[in-house]
């Protein structure tokens, strides 16, 4: 959908209704990709088994909104108080290719200490003089003798994947201007095995069914440019990320991409009250709608329930983790449960403003790996 930039903003403030959120992986795994480079002990050139200058591993880890990387080595020292660490060259620098070819890589975090500041800075590649910094660090640390740099993805374009390698760089005596310079690099200067950066983003859609994506959400089609007999009050996302559905007020469906398949509406059936909302079931085979009088229309494989009707408008719907049920809330507060899982507790009496909403808990697959620990 293209609009003009002043309907654009309107749009954006006035009629803008909900918001649907694409993420991988499922199933509630952790969003962050870890891997590590091992070095034999002792290796550092060109005066074997120099300790402080001896990597015992480096490690990178890629968030959707951050990307650390770690060197630990042999001896504990802080390089905020150590005087070697203060002098040049002495410093680490990872090396993150995001396209180039091996052996060349495209950009440099340089990682050192000045006047007892940490400090850490990304160059490209082609900037071997650390002319021209991109950005800076958003965080550094050092602790139990691992040093610890972050970066903002953006800083290097947000690849969708990237490698990296490391090298400890340690001027042997600060006192000495002649004093040898001892390398280390984890095994044998080999970069990484490849991180993906997971896919995040998540759709606007308006009254009118205008989309808009941010992130990695894809447009995949919108009712914008069509005249809708009723409004648009919900959005739902399939579970492969690549389609989605919106549905109007008076139960028309309108599916748009990959696996947003029609399994039918109420568009052309006279309501009793208007559809509140749209929930799809985890096969992506189906989907249910809600009325605003608790009515619950199934489709496809969704399962069909038995409706309590009357009461305080419903507002919401949310499918229960294994699929098979809905819970269903009420501006009252009431909670009703259906197929597998029963109502959990309702508010004790009307709350002073209405409920609009309830979203499910869905906990993360005990088989999933667990997240990497926070630095």
Request: overall charge neutral.
């Amino acid at each position: 959908m293209t609009l003009s930039l002043r309907c654009r903003i309107v749009c954006a403030v006035t009629s803008v209704l909900a918001v649907a959120a694409l993420a991988s992986p499922a199933g509630g795994a952790p969003i962050v990709t870890t891997v590590t480079l091992n070095d034999q002990a002792g290796d550092t050139a060109p005066t074997p088994g120099f300790s402080p200058g001896d990597i015992l591993t480096s490690t990178a880890s890629y968030k959707p909104a951050e990307i650390t990387f770690t060197l630990k080595t042999a001896l504990p020292e802080d390089p905020r108080v150590t005087t070697t660490w203060n002098t040049p060259p002495t410093g680490i620098d990872f090396l993150i290719r995001t396209g180039t070819a091996a052996p060349g890589y495209d950009y440099d975090l340089h990682y050192s200490s000045v006047n007892g500041t940490l400090t850490g800075k990304v160059y490209a590649a082609s900037d071997t003089t650390f002319s021209n910094p991109l950005c800076s660090a958003t965080r550094l640390d050092y602790s139990n003798k691992t040093n610890r740099v972050s970066i903002d993805p953006a800083c290097i374009a947000r690849p969708e994947s990237l490698s990296f390698g490391s090298i400890l760089n340690y001027k042997t005596d600060a006192t000495n201007p002649d004093s040898q310079v001892s390398t280390d690099v984890p095994d044998n200067g080999a970069f990484s095995a490849t991180l993906v950066r997971q896919k995040l983003g998540y759709w606007l859609v308006g009254r009118d069914g205008g989309i808009f994506s941010f992130g990695d959400a894809k447009f995949r089609g919108s009712t914008g440019s069509i005249k809708l007999n009723k409004p648009i009050v919900g959005m739902a996302v399939t579970p492969n990320g690549r389609g989605y559905w919106l549905v109007a007020s008076d139960g028309g469906v309108f599916a748009f991409g990959n696996g947003a398949n029609f399994f039918g509406s109420t568009g052309d059936i006279k309501l009793a009250q208007p559809i509140i909302g749209i929930a799809p079931t985890n096969s992506n085979g189906g989907y249910w709608f809600v009325a605003a009088d608790g009515g619950i229309f199934s489709f496809g494989d969704a399962l069909k329930f038995t409706p309590k009707l009357g009461g305080s408008p419903v507002t919401g719907l949310a499918v229960s983790p294994d699929g098979d049920g809905l819970w269903v809330t009420r501006a009252s507060g009431e909670v009703a449960g259906y197929g597998s899982v029963p109502s959990l507790g309702t508010l004790p009496s009307v709350p002073s403003q209405p409920v609009v909403g309830v979203a499910a808990l869905k906990l993360p697959d005990p088989s999933a790996p667990a997240p990497a620990p926070a630095p």
